[in-house]
């Protein structure tokens, strides 16, 4: 069974440009998370999706943002990168029908801000 | 609001040796879930050993058994025999359940766990 793909694995930026993360669950998971993993600060949640939808939003700012298609797959959205954007975007799933239920995670992109 | 807070930023352990990492929250829900994360240098987050909150046995997963007392909202990890491999950054992570509506699913900042040989 293939785990939770995530691409491309390092994202090089400047500042005010736009970067896409992508995300393919693993099948048969109909929920996708997304978290930011930033040096000493854990992993802070940015985004939950589930069947197209966003569920479940973290505190970040508009310019966060993303979706859900059809297979499930999902993009992350950074747009008007900042310096502080720099960290490793973490993408996990599960499948939402029962709470006990782990997340299992990618690799994760490494978003570089220069 | 629900907090996570792993007050061990960093532990050492000798090979074969036991260590518990410790892990509270802070919650108004009565029913929910708590996780042990393990992600490795190679970055991939792995589940280490999950505890419903409903059910007073601990839960324990070969060497990986936790201590989960309701009342204080505590939830260690004890490690026993440690290996090389479970060298490692440790999250603990709390999950309303269902019913609560809510699907939060929050995580603390980490422990770092040195295994010296």
């Known amino acids: 069974e293939a785990g939770v793909t995530q691409s491309p694995t390092h994202l090089i930026k400047t500042r005010g440009q736009q970067a896409t993360l992508r995300c393919s669950p693993i099948s048969g998971h109909t929920s996708v998370y997304w978290y930011q993993q930033a040096l000493g600060l854990g992993l802070q949640f940015l985004l939950w999706y589930d069947e197209g939808e966003e569920r479940n939003r973290g505190n970040f700012p508009p310019r966060f943002s993303g979706r859900q298609f059809p297979n499930y797959s999902s993009e992350l959205n950074v747009n008007a990168l900042e310096l502080e954007d720099s960290a490793l975007y973490l993408c996990a799933s599960s499948w939402v029908g029962w709470s006990n239920q782990p997340q299992h995670f990618g690799d994760g992109t490494r978003l570089s801000i220069l | 609001a629900q907090t996570v807070t792993q007050s061990q930023p960093e532990m050492s352990v000798q090979e074969a040796e036991t260590v518990t990492l410790s892990c509270t929250y802070d919650t108004s829900e009565s029913d929910y879930y708590l996780f042990w994360y393990k992600q490795p240098p190679s970055r991939q987050m792995i589940l280490v050993i999950r505890?419903?909150?409903?059910?007073?046995q601990n839960a324990t997963e070969n060497r990986f058994s936790v201590n989960f007392q309701k009342a204080a909202k505590s939830f260690s990890l004890k490690i026993s025999d440690s290996q090389l491999g479970d060298a490692a950054m440790y999250f603990c992570?709390?999950?309303?359940?269902?019913?609560?509506?809510?699907?939060?699913?929050?995580f603390g900042t980490g422990t770092r766990l040195k295994v010296l040989a």
């Open positions: 505890q419903e909150a409903y059910k007073q």
């Open positions: 992570a709390y999950r309303s359940t269902r019913t609560s509506g809510t699907y939060k699913y929050i």
